[in-house]
């Protein structure tokens, strides 16, 4: 899902000079999810990552388990960032906080963070922001481990019937 979204988002990025990739663990087992939603999620972030980061700056798409057996995939950028007294307000709906947008292509309707936010919480999970004024934001996604599918239950479907 990630790398579809980097090649979905890659001629965005590559029009403002952004490298788009993925640092995912490697054997991360399916996720039971909606997957229509996983990748709207994700296409928010990854589509804001981009848009507000700078020329010349890497938009990163890491995918890991954590101690505690749940999955965390973070969108990381080198953009503009958001003050940490906004944080709050950027994940309320039509809550606008990019003052330092330098023109209209960069407001959008204020719903990507939000309406992903949303789209978590119906998983189970949660959504947090890390991000300093003009150093980058950092979104983390974490999902329940319940709602990874265990070793023992990955076969082929005909296998299943």
Same mark, same amino acid.
């Given at each position: 899902?990630?790398?579809?979204?980097?090649?979905?988002?890659?001629?965005?990025?590559?029009?403002?000079?952004?490298?788009?990739?993925?640092?995912?663990?490697?054997? /991360? @087992?399916?996720?039971?999810? *909606? %997957?229509? $939603?996983?990748?709207?999620?994700? #296409? &928010?972030?990854?589509?804001?990552?981009?848009?507000?980061?700078?020329?010349?700056?890497?938009?990163?798409?890491?995918?890991?388990?954590?101690?505690?057996?749940?999955?965390?995939?973070?969108?990381?950028?080198?953009?503009?960032? /958001? @003050?940490?007294?906004?944080? *709050? %307000?950027? $994940?309320?709906?039509?809550?606008? #906080? &990019?003052?330092?947008?330098?023109?209209?292509?960069?407001?959008?309707?204020?719903?990507?963070?939000?309406?992903?936010?949303?789209?978590?919480?119906?998983?189970?999970?949660?959504?947090?922001?890390?991000?300093?004024?003009?150093?980058?934001?950092?979104?983390?996604?974490?999902?329940?481990?319940?709602?990874?599918?265990?070793?023992?239950?990955?076969?082929?479907?005909?296998?299943?019937?």
């Amino acid at each position: 899902m990630i790398a579809s979204i980097i090649r979905m988002l890659d001629s965005r990025a590559f029009g403002k000079n952004v490298k788009l990739m993925a640092k995912c663990e490697k054997n /991360i @087992p399916p996720l039971y999810a *909606d %997957q229509r $939603l996983m990748r709207q999620i994700f #296409i &928010n972030l990854a589509g804001n990552a981009v848009k507000f980061s700078e020329s010349n700056s890497t938009v990163i798409i890491e995918a890991a388990i954590q101690p505690d057996g749940d999955l965390c995939i973070a969108v990381i950028d080198e953009g503009i960032g /958001i @003050p940490s007294d906004k944080i *709050d %307000q950027a $994940l309320e709906p039509f809550g606008q #906080i &990019n003052e330092r947008a330098e023109n209209a292509q960069n407001q959008g309707t204020g719903l990507g963070l939000p309406l992903a936010k949303a789209m978590v919480d119906l998983h189970g999970g949660t959504l947090d922001i890390q991000s300093e004024e003009g150093e980058g934001t950092t979104v983390y996604v974490t999902l329940p481990a319940r709602r990874l599918v265990p070793e023992k239950d990955k076969q082929p479907l005909a296998e299943k019937r």
